[in-house]
T-cell receptor, first 112, second 114 residues
Framework: AQSVTQLGSHVSVSEGALVLLRCNYSSSVPPYLFWYVQYPNQGLQLLLK??????LVKGINGFEAEFKKSETSFHLTKPSAHMSDAAEYFCAVSGYGNQFYFGTGTSLTVIP | DGGITQSPKYLFRKEGQNVTLSCEQN?????MYWYRQDPGQGLRLIYYSQIVNDFQKGDIAEGYSVSREKKESFPLTVTSAQKNPTAFYLC?????????????FGQGTRLTVV
């Protein structure tokens, strides 16, 4: 069975500060992991995905995530937050039949 | 442009009525999904389909029904048996059953029971 846990339902950072959103996974097989972003009343947009090719994955809008098997983690980071980064972020893991199991989300607030 | 189209964007339903949410994709994807989103609960899988004329229940299928008669269409019916249908509904698709392919999402339908 696969699942993900996102630590922290709300994160606030100052504009220009480091963004760190946490995601831990549980998987009985090598996982395929994803980060999505959602703006209010919109669908989800893929930020990046880990498919075992490289442990450090770079995505859109300056985001990246590092896969750490020993810690079962796939945390999302961005060196410098921008006001436009304010949104809801979801971590997901892919399971049998390409079902996607999502975390409960982290709402990011960027303080000017 | 290829993508997933959900309609309508906003939907109001009276208690006791069935309502159908539309989802169409022109990505030539085999797999399609319906998720329900409630505040603080993330996305929960209602139904998914890996191929035409076949679909499986997800974690919260009770009170919902789907059909997959065409590859590009996967409508969701919210029946009167769904006790708390007010939510944001998201449709998604992916290339197929391979686990390393991402899901693409529509813009969602917000259903409100009045």
């Amino acid at each position: 069975a696969q699942s993900v846990t996102q630590l922290g339902s709300h994160v606030s950072v100052s504009e220009g500060a480091l963004v760190l959103l946490r995601c831990n996974y549980s998987s009985s097989v090598p996982p395929y992991l994803f980060w999505y972003v959602q703006y209010p009343n919109q669908g989800l947009q893929l930020l990046l995905k880990y498919t075992s090719a490289a442990t450090l994955v770079k995505g859109i809008n300056g985001f990246e995530a590092e896969f750490k098997k020993s810690e079962t983690s796939f945390h999302l980071t961005k060196p410098s937050a921008h006001m436009s980064d304010a949104a809801e972020y979801f971590c997901a893991v892919s399971g049998y039949g390409n079902q996607f199991y999502f975390g409960t989300g982290t709402s990011l607030t960027v303080i000017p | 442009d290829g993508g997933i189209t959900q309609s309508p964007k906003y939907l109001f339903r009276k208690e006791g009525q069935n309502v159908t949410l539309s989802c169409e994709q022109n990505l030539n994807h085999d797999a399609m999904y319906w998720y329900r989103q409630d505040p603080g609960q993330g996305l929960r899988l209602i139904y998914y389909s890996q191929i035409v004329n076949d679909f499986q229940k997800g974690d919260i299928a009770e009170g919902y029904s789907v059909s997959r008669e065409k590859k590009e269409s996967f409508p969701l019916t919210v029946t009167s048996a769904q006790k708390n249908p007010t939510a944001f509904y998201l449709c998604a698709s992916s290339i197929g059953a391979a686990q390393n392919t991402e899901a693409f999402f529509g813009q969602g339908t917000r259903l409100t029971v009045v």
